[in-house]
T-cell receptor
Framework: QKEVEQDPGPLSVPEGAIVSLNCTYS??????FMWYRQYSRKGPELLMY????GNKEDGRFTAQVDKSSKYISLFIRDSQPSDSATYLC????????????FGTGTRLKVLA | EPEVTQTPSHQVTQMGQEVILRCVPI?????FYWYRQILGQKVEFLVS????????KSEIFDDQFSVERPDGSNFTLKIRSTKLEDSAMYFC?????????FGPGTRLTVT
């Protein structure tokens, strides 16, 4: 079983839709969770960073963590064509010296 | 807003040649990382660096790879003898307060 599983998509939604992106993981040592957005041939851009189980909101983005199920989600409200990108989840036991493990990324296309 | 920068943006080299990829992290970052991303594949951890030492490295980071922070600002990744399979995007990242920020990457093409 892979340490981090993420559906690669592509996921196509109409503009204004709510998007749900998910990752599952197998290693219970992971305690810190990140969501990145990556445009084609660019570096990953940090969107959300969470530690505890529960929800964290930032503008149109909500990150959700369920450590008991080893499941994390990113919700995008009122999606825009400019949200079209690949969304990567990443996780680590602790920020700092430990490695970060990335999911394969989900390609999202928001249609105008 | 300060950003992580990387040079060059694109490097083409012949198999067997040495390459050095350069990164300038944000000044208040304490931890530094190199990742690679082969085209169409996931971002893979190579190495983490703290207090002028390697903290953790992956199986990919073999004897052909080395990292250095020669002058307190630059952070370099050296590949001693490049192979075709080293062709990838290489990303540098820095971390402060748990948030990890990536540079724009260097595209390495080995021919």
């Amino acid at each position: 079983q892979k340490e981090v599983e993420q559906d690669p998509g592509p996921l196509s939604v109409p503009e204004g839709a709510i998007v749900s992106l998910n990752c599952t993981y197998s290693n219970s040592a992971f305690q810190y969770f990140m969501w990145y957005r990556q445009y084609s041939r660019k570096g990953p851009e940090l969107l959300m960073y969470t530690y505890s189980s529960g929800n964290k909101e930032d503008g149109r983005f909500t990150a959700q963590v369920d450590k008991s199920s080893k499941y994390i989600s990113l919700f995008i409200r009122d999606s825009q064509p400019s949200d079209s990108a690949t969304y990567l989840c990443a996780m680590t036991p602790a920020p700092g010296t430990y490695k970060y493990i990335f999911g394969t990324g989900t390609r999202l296309k928001v249609l105008a | 807003e300060p950003e992580v920068t990387q040079t060059p943006s694109h490097q083409v080299t012949q198999m067997g040649q040495e390459v050095i990829l350069r990164c300038v992290p944000i000044s208040n970052h304490l931890y530094f990382y190199w990742y690679r991303q082969i085209l169409g594949q996931k971002v893979e951890f190579l190495v983490s660096f703290y207090n002028n030492e390697i903290s953790e490295k992956s199986e990919i980071f073999d004897d052909q790879f080395s990292v250095e922070r020669p002058d307190g600002s630059n952070f370099t990744l050296k590949i001693r003898s490049t192979k075709l399979e080293d062709s990838a995007m290489y990303f540098c990242a820095g971390l402060n307060s748990g948030e990890q920020y990536f540079g724009p990457g260097t595209r390495l093409t080995v021919t």
